[in-house]
């Protein structure tokens, strides 16, 4: 089995002693956090939960691990979400649509924007399958619909202030940013975040998972 979890074909193990076999095909799965296989061909709704999104982000770093600290998805969409709050003054649904921005690359993967450039079509549609999935299996698609905009801008502003506050420094603009500010109330590189361990991340995702979709769908907050 592959390190991923894929299943090597006998093609491919005979490939490795030989080094000229051809290629087989291979089934396609990956393990989520709680052991189950998940298909990425014809994927099972009940293994993506929010446990594993929240294992998988939090351990998946932002811009390839090239920031100046460990930096994972999950604290991203949790600053998004915050920025969706405070900053926009939204409601849970929104805030919990922030909070699943990024829901999708626990199983599609991360990849930084230039990679996604280079790779095109093919890239986009694999995510949006994926983000079509997770957000159907949330019950979020008429969120995504509602607040896509806001989301984006959220989405800019948290980059802008990790630009500022984690990467190294670079003469050039990043094109996508421009006339977009970093938000003043937040500092990425305080002593407490630092201090913070990625199953803090992992908890503090799913916590907040927890109470938005509580306020969701026990109290009945109106969509808009």
């Known amino acids: 089995m592959g390190a991923a979890g894929e299943r090597v074909p006998d093609a491919t193990r005979r490939a490795g002693r030989s080094g000229s076999a051809e290629r087989g095909c291979c089934v396609s799965f990956i393990v989520t956090s709680n052991g189950d296989e ?7 709704r009940g293994h993506i939960t929010a446990l594993d999104i929240a294992w998988s982000l939090a351990q998946t770093n932002r811009f390839s691990g090239r920031c100046i600290r460990p930096y994972s998805v999950a604290e991203h969409s949790l600053l998004v979400c915050e920025i969706l ?10 805030q919990l649509l922030g909070l699943m921005h990024d ?34 299996c949330f019950a979020l698609l008429t969120a995504h619909s509602v607040w896509r905009r806001e989301i984006k801008h959220s989405d800019l502003a948290a ?22 500010e970093p938000v003043g109330w937040v ?6 975040r630092e201090r913070m361990t990625w199953e803090d991340w992992r908890d503090r995702w799913l916590d907040r998972y927890h109470e938005l979709d509580f306020a969701r769908n026990e109290l009945k907050v109106p969509l808009r």
């Open 85 to 94: 709050e405070r900053d926009m003054g939204l409601n849970v649904h929104a």
């Open 159 to 180: 980059l802008a202030t990790e630009k500022r506050d984690l990467m190294p420094s670079s003469p050039t603009p990043w094109p996508v940013l421009a006339g977009v």
């Open 38 to 44: 998940l298909s990425l061909d014809v994927p099972r």
């Open 187 to 192: 500092n990425l590189r305080s002593v407490e």
């Open 103 to 136: 829901a999708h690359e626990a199983y599609a993967g991360d990849m930084h924007t230039p990679g996604k450039d280079q790779i095109g079509a093919a890239w986009r549609a694999w995510e949006s399958r994926w983000e079509h999935l997770v957000h159907s």
